[in-house]
């Protein structure tokens, strides 16, 4: 324990009688790491952002909603509507205490009116019910959301998107405002807080009770989505498998017959990305590593010249009855030493490159702790790499030559 701390002094001294040498050495480390580091934490801020996204648009929640026109086609299946009442009965038979709420879209293409001025005619009219503003991901800004009796009812209260709002009213108070849809006039209780772009449809929206979706909106067949939240994350699996089967049963659908509606998992986009992202990372890391090695080449090409500087120095040491191994040793503490203070510059800057792109994703501040030991470790696996055949060839001088060296 003594020799080491003794060549770790001895290295630290020879490091600062050679500062030029031994910033550039470092800045060389430093940069492979910075590369390695910066790669990796940018994408584990990528992942941060694309879980905070999708968690902000629902999470632990599931839906029940009509087969896609497309799958129904391709794999010939008959799949109605999902009724009033199937959606109902549902709600009614499903056996667990969590939050639900039914849907549905009464409108793709509406016109929101508010006194002589109108929006363009791009925004979703949705009836809803129950808890829909959680599970849908929803949060109010300004007022509030529905009361038990107005979603019970066809009252005329409606809860607007963030768009909506700047479009109709830029400069005064949605709240307690008439808005007309649909021929009929709502009064707005609530603004939702900005979602930009994720969700289909960003902000332009309203949300109006379901009741008042049913009876004024009757020139289409109304399809109905159901919502369930769970709890916590692990309940989902056992929630869903139930949905399913209560669904089934209500479909009256026989065992050997698929599904002919959709439930869909609010995390499995989420998932479908993040695993696309494994391959980007694995290409990531290979490139980083391949800028290390280029580092780790620079390191040893400078311990080499370091050992041809220093013969004399080391026939000094050798005449005097250092061992081979005490020599190798020193050369090799050096090297490590180097490889640690250089990647620790490179680890810092890499964590700051990915913070700074994990802050325009609008992620918090995170530490790669995995990715930091990593690096501490590849750290001193260069230092041992690169030092290696210099220490052995300083170990090997025959000190008379040494001496002798000019």
Not at 8 to 23: F, G
Not at 87 to 99: G, H, S, T, W
Not at 175 to 198: D, H, L
Not at 266 to 277: G, V
Request: aromatic share 10%; net charge positive.
């Amino acid at each position: 324990m003594i020799l080491i701390f003794e060549n770790i002094k001895r290295a630290y001294r020879s490091l600062q009688t050679n500062r030029l040498r031994s910033l550039i050495t470092m800045s060389i480390i430093a940069t492979g790491l910075t590369a390695l580091m910066g790669i990796l934490s940018a994408i584990e801020a990528i992942k941060n952002g694309i879980q905070s996204n999708f968690t902000s648009m629902g999470a632990n929640t599931f839906t029940i909603r009509n087969l896609d026109e497309e799958r129904m086609s391709n794999e010939g299946i008959k799949a109605p509507n999902i009724s009033y009442f199937q959606a109902m009965e549902f709600l009614r038979v499903f056996p667990y205490q969590v939050e639900t709420s039914i849907s549905t879209t009464a409108s793709f293409n509406s016109k929101i009116g508010y006194n002589n001025q109108s929006t363009h005619a791009n925004i979703r009219v949705i009836g809803c019910s129950g808890s829909y503003l959680k599970t849908a991901g929803f949060t109010v800004d300004q007022g509030r959301f529905f009361l038990n009796s107005e979603t019970q009812s066809a009252s005329h209260v409606v809860v607007i998107g963030y768009e909506v709002a700047q479009q109709l009213f830029k400069n005064t108070s949605a709240i307690n405002q008439w808005i007309r849809v649909s021929g009929q006039y709502f009064k707005i209780v609530g603004i939702t807080k900005s979602r930009g772009s994720s969700g289909f449809g960003g902000d332009k929206f309203i949300l109006i009770p379901l009741p008042a979706a049913r009876q004024y909106f009757t020139k289409i067949e109304l399809k109905y989505s159901l919502h369930v939240i769970a709890g916590q994350s692990h309940q989902l699996p056992l929630l869903t498998e139930e949905a399913r089967s209560i669904f089934r049963n209500l479909r009256r659908l026989s065992p050997g017959e698929p599904d002919n509606f959709e439930l869909v998992k609010s995390d499995r986009f989420a998932k479908l990305l993040l695993d696309n992202i494994q391959f980007v990372t694995l290409g990531a890391t290979i490139i980083g590593l391949i800028t290390l090695l280029g580092s780790a080449i620079g390191l040893m090409n400078i311990m080499l010249v370091s050992v041809t500087e220093r013969t004399r120095e080391i026939g000094i040491r050798k005449a005097l009855g250092a061992s081979a191994a005490s020599v190798r040793n020193q050369f090799l503490t050096e090297s490590i030493l180097l490889g640690i203070c250089g990647g620790g510059i490179g680890i810092a800057a890499g964590i700051g490159i990915g913070n700074s792109i994990g802050w325009a994703l609008g992620s918090s501040f995170f530490i790669p702790w995995f990715w930091m030991s990593m690096g501490f470790l590849l750290c001193i696996f260069v230092g041992l790499a690169s030092g290696y055949m210099p220490a052995k060839k300083a170990a090997a001088l025959n000190p008379i030559d040494a001496l002798r060296f000019e």
